[in-house]
Protein backbone atom coordinates (compact mmCIF):
# COMPACT_ATOMS: atom_id res chain seq x y z
CA UNK A 1 0.00 0.00 0.00
CA UNK A 2 1.66 3.16 -1.30
CA UNK A 3 1.33 5.51 2.33
CA UNK A 4 2.55 9.02 0.80
CA UNK A 5 -0.98 10.66 0.75
CA UNK A 6 -4.68 10.04 -0.23
CA UNK A 7 -6.45 7.47 1.28
CA UNK A 8 -4.23 4.61 2.34
CA UNK A 9 -5.97 3.83 6.10
CA UNK A 10 -9.48 3.26 3.96
CA UNK A 11 -7.82 0.69 1.64
CA UNK A 12 -5.68 -0.94 4.41
CA UNK A 13 -9.12 -2.03 6.38
CA UNK A 14 -10.52 -3.03 3.00
CA UNK A 15 -7.36 -5.81 2.58
CA UNK A 16 -7.43 -6.52 6.44
CA UNK A 17 -10.83 -7.90 6.68
CA UNK A 18 -9.78 -10.23 3.34
CA UNK A 19 -7.30 -11.90 5.71
CA UNK A 20 -4.49 -9.76 3.34
CA UNK A 21 -1.72 -8.63 5.40
CA UNK A 22 -1.21 -4.65 4.11
CA UNK A 23 2.40 -3.38 4.15
CA UNK A 24 2.18 0.21 4.01
CA UNK A 25 5.40 1.62 2.06
CA UNK A 26 6.98 4.87 2.43
CA UNK A 27 10.65 4.42 1.04
CA UNK A 28 12.71 2.23 -0.97
CA UNK A 29 13.93 0.15 1.36
CA UNK A 30 10.11 -0.71 2.47
CA UNK A 31 9.94 -2.90 -0.87
CA UNK A 32 10.28 -5.71 0.14
CA UNK A 33 8.53 -9.60 -0.78
CA UNK A 34 5.34 -7.20 -1.78
CA UNK A 35 3.16 -9.00 -4.41
CA UNK A 36 1.13 -6.11 -5.46
CA UNK A 37 0.72 -2.27 -4.57
CA UNK A 38 -1.98 0.06 -4.22
CA UNK A 39 -1.70 3.83 -5.25
CA UNK A 40 -4.59 5.57 -3.28
CA UNK A 41 -6.59 7.99 -4.05
CA UNK A 42 -5.23 11.61 -3.35
CA UNK A 43 -4.45 13.89 -5.25
CA UNK A 44 -2.24 13.14 -8.44
CA UNK A 45 0.16 15.91 -8.79
CA UNK A 46 1.14 15.73 -5.16
CA UNK A 47 1.63 12.05 -5.56
CA UNK A 48 3.86 12.37 -8.42
CA UNK A 49 5.90 14.76 -6.91
CA UNK A 50 6.23 12.99 -3.88
CA UNK A 51 7.03 9.72 -5.77
CA UNK A 52 9.94 11.62 -7.54
CA UNK A 53 11.55 13.20 -4.03
CA UNK A 54 11.18 10.08 -2.27
CA UNK A 55 12.88 7.96 -4.85
CA UNK A 56 10.20 5.54 -5.04
CA UNK A 57 9.00 6.06 -9.01
CA UNK A 58 12.38 4.48 -9.83
CA UNK A 59 11.56 1.46 -7.62
CA UNK A 60 7.87 1.12 -9.19
CA UNK A 61 9.32 0.67 -11.95
CA UNK A 62 12.03 -1.57 -11.18
CA UNK A 63 9.89 -3.76 -9.13
CA UNK A 64 6.98 -3.67 -11.89
CA UNK A 65 9.24 -5.31 -14.37
CA UNK A 66 10.17 -7.99 -11.67
CA UNK A 67 6.34 -8.71 -11.78
CA UNK A 68 4.39 -6.43 -9.10
CA UNK A 69 1.32 -6.24 -9.38
CA UNK A 70 -0.26 -2.67 -9.32
CA UNK A 71 -3.70 -1.11 -8.64
CA UNK A 72 -4.35 2.20 -9.24
CA UNK A 73 -7.74 4.23 -7.61
CA UNK A 74 -8.81 7.15 -8.99
CA UNK A 75 -5.32 9.70 -8.75
CA UNK A 76 -3.72 6.45 -8.48
CA UNK A 77 -5.03 5.53 -12.47
CA UNK A 78 -3.92 8.78 -13.51
CA UNK A 79 -0.34 8.16 -12.15
CA UNK A 80 -0.18 4.87 -14.17
CA UNK A 81 -1.49 5.67 -17.01
CA UNK A 82 0.69 5.99 -20.25
CA UNK A 83 -1.21 9.25 -21.62
CA UNK A 84 -2.98 12.25 -19.56
CA UNK A 85 -4.45 14.83 -21.54
CA UNK A 86 -2.52 18.28 -21.47
CA UNK A 87 -0.07 16.72 -18.85
CA UNK A 88 3.09 14.70 -18.90
CA UNK A 89 2.51 11.06 -17.94
CA UNK A 90 4.29 9.50 -14.90
CA UNK A 91 4.57 5.82 -14.26
CA UNK A 92 3.41 5.28 -17.96
CA UNK A 93 2.52 1.87 -16.93
CA UNK A 94 -0.80 0.96 -18.86
CA UNK A 95 -1.76 2.05 -22.22
CA UNK A 96 -4.71 3.94 -21.40
CA UNK A 97 -5.47 7.61 -22.06
CA UNK A 98 -7.28 9.32 -19.34
CA UNK A 99 -8.69 13.40 -18.89
CA UNK A 100 -8.37 14.64 -15.12
CA UNK A 101 -11.58 15.91 -13.20
CA UNK A 102 -13.31 15.17 -16.40
CA UNK A 103 -16.68 14.70 -14.45
CA UNK A 104 -16.29 17.91 -13.13
CA UNK A 105 -15.70 19.76 -9.49
CA UNK A 106 -15.73 17.73 -6.30
CA UNK A 107 -19.65 19.19 -5.92
CA UNK A 108 -19.86 16.59 -9.25
CA UNK A 109 -19.16 13.60 -6.76
CA UNK A 110 -22.11 10.68 -7.32
CA UNK A 111 -22.34 7.61 -6.02
CA UNK A 112 -23.42 4.40 -9.06
CA UNK A 113 -24.70 0.61 -7.90
CA UNK A 114 -23.56 -1.15 -10.75
CA UNK A 115 -22.71 -5.00 -12.37
CA UNK A 116 -18.60 -5.53 -12.85
CA UNK A 117 -19.04 -9.54 -14.10
CA UNK A 118 -15.46 -10.16 -13.73
CA UNK A 119 -15.17 -8.89 -10.52
CA UNK A 120 -18.21 -9.85 -8.26
CA UNK A 121 -21.85 -12.04 -9.27
CA UNK A 122 -24.08 -9.15 -8.12
CA UNK A 123 -24.19 -5.03 -8.17
CA UNK A 124 -21.39 -3.17 -6.39
CA UNK A 125 -21.89 0.42 -5.29
CA UNK A 126 -19.13 2.74 -7.22
CA UNK A 127 -18.40 6.30 -5.37
CA UNK A 128 -16.74 8.66 -7.96
CA UNK A 129 -14.86 11.73 -6.50
CA UNK A 130 -13.66 14.33 -8.50
CA UNK A 131 -12.80 11.45 -11.07
CA UNK A 132 -10.89 11.02 -14.07
CA UNK A 133 -12.36 9.38 -17.37
CA UNK A 134 -10.36 6.60 -19.39
CA UNK A 135 -10.73 8.06 -22.87
CA UNK A 136 -8.80 4.92 -24.74
CA UNK A 137 -7.36 1.88 -23.87
CA UNK A 138 -4.68 -0.14 -25.98
CA UNK A 139 -5.28 -3.17 -27.61
CA UNK A 140 -3.65 -5.23 -24.42
CA UNK A 141 -5.93 -3.79 -22.09
CA UNK A 142 -9.22 -5.24 -21.07
CA UNK A 143 -12.21 -2.90 -20.38
CA UNK A 144 -13.83 -4.22 -16.88
CA UNK A 145 -16.78 -1.37 -17.29
CA UNK A 146 -17.90 0.95 -19.51
CA UNK A 147 -20.07 3.97 -19.06
CA UNK A 148 -21.90 5.75 -21.58
CA UNK A 149 -18.87 6.87 -23.71
CA UNK A 150 -15.97 6.65 -21.19
CA UNK A 151 -14.03 3.59 -19.08
CA UNK A 152 -14.09 3.39 -15.87
CA UNK A 153 -12.18 0.27 -14.91
CA UNK A 154 -9.76 -1.58 -16.95
CA UNK A 155 -6.84 -4.33 -16.43
CA UNK A 156 -3.78 -5.27 -18.56
CA UNK A 157 -1.81 -8.37 -17.63
CA UNK A 158 -0.11 -6.54 -14.40
CA UNK A 159 -1.97 -3.35 -13.66
CA UNK A 160 -5.85 -3.04 -12.46
CA UNK A 161 -7.12 0.58 -12.88
CA UNK A 162 -10.59 2.31 -11.11
CA UNK A 163 -11.38 5.58 -11.44
CA UNK A 164 -13.79 4.83 -8.42
CA UNK A 165 -13.77 4.15 -4.20
CA UNK A 166 -14.25 1.07 -3.71
CA UNK A 167 -12.08 1.24 -0.61
CA UNK A 168 -15.20 4.03 0.42
CA UNK A 169 -17.71 1.52 0.35
CA UNK A 170 -19.07 -1.94 1.93
CA UNK A 171 -17.35 -3.78 -0.88
CA UNK A 172 -14.51 -5.97 -0.78
CA UNK A 173 -15.18 -7.13 -4.11
CA UNK A 174 -12.42 -5.22 -6.00
CA UNK A 175 -9.62 -5.93 -3.23
CA UNK A 176 -10.59 -9.15 -3.53
CA UNK A 177 -10.16 -9.88 -7.08
CA UNK A 178 -7.05 -7.79 -7.18
CA UNK A 179 -5.45 -9.76 -4.35
CA UNK A 180 -6.43 -13.16 -6.56
CA UNK A 181 -4.57 -11.30 -9.69
CA UNK A 182 -1.57 -10.94 -6.89
CA UNK A 183 -1.78 -14.78 -6.44
CA UNK A 184 -2.89 -13.87 -2.76
CA UNK A 185 -5.60 -15.86 -0.86
CA UNK A 186 -7.89 -13.49 0.34
CA UNK A 187 -10.57 -14.92 2.88
CA UNK A 188 -13.80 -14.31 1.72
CA UNK A 189 -15.40 -15.99 -1.17
CA UNK A 190 -17.01 -14.42 -4.48
CA UNK A 191 -20.25 -13.99 -2.72
CA UNK A 192 -19.57 -12.91 0.54
CA UNK A 193 -17.35 -10.40 -0.79
CA UNK A 194 -19.69 -8.45 -2.65
CA UNK A 195 -21.19 -6.42 0.77
CA UNK A 196 -19.28 -6.62 4.01
CA UNK A 197 -22.26 -5.69 6.35
CA UNK A 198 -19.79 -4.96 9.27
CA UNK A 199 -18.39 -2.48 7.30
CA UNK A 200 -19.29 1.84 8.09
CA UNK A 201 -17.58 4.67 6.85
CA UNK A 202 -15.96 4.90 9.94
CA UNK A 203 -14.58 1.57 10.20
CA UNK A 204 -11.03 2.89 8.43
CA UNK A 205 -10.35 4.88 12.01
CA UNK A 206 -8.95 2.00 13.72
CA UNK A 207 -5.64 1.94 11.28
CA UNK A 208 -5.25 5.90 11.41
CA UNK A 209 -2.17 7.41 13.26
CA UNK A 210 -3.69 10.66 14.31
N1 LIG B 1 -8.91 14.74 -9.14
C1 LIG B 1 -7.83 14.09 -8.45
C2 LIG B 1 -6.55 14.18 -9.27
O1 LIG B 1 -6.61 14.62 -10.38
C3 LIG B 1 -8.14 12.64 -8.16
C4 LIG B 1 -9.24 12.56 -7.14
C5 LIG B 1 -9.28 11.28 -6.36
O2 LIG B 1 -8.30 10.54 -6.29
N2 LIG B 1 -10.39 11.05 -5.73
O3 LIG B 1 -5.52 13.81 -8.80
Redesign the pocket.
Known amino acids: MLDLQ?DVVEHVDHLERLGITAVRVKEPSDFVHLAGLIIP?????CLSRLLNIFGIREIILREFQRGLKLWGT??GT?LLAGKVMDESPCLSLIDIEVQ??AFGSQLDSFTAEVTVPRVAPKPIPLTF????KITRVGRAVDVLLRQDDYIVAAESHNVLVTVF?PELTPSLAFHRYFALKCGLKPSADEESSVIDPTWNSRSWTRYARF
Open positions: GGGESTCAIKNIRAPH
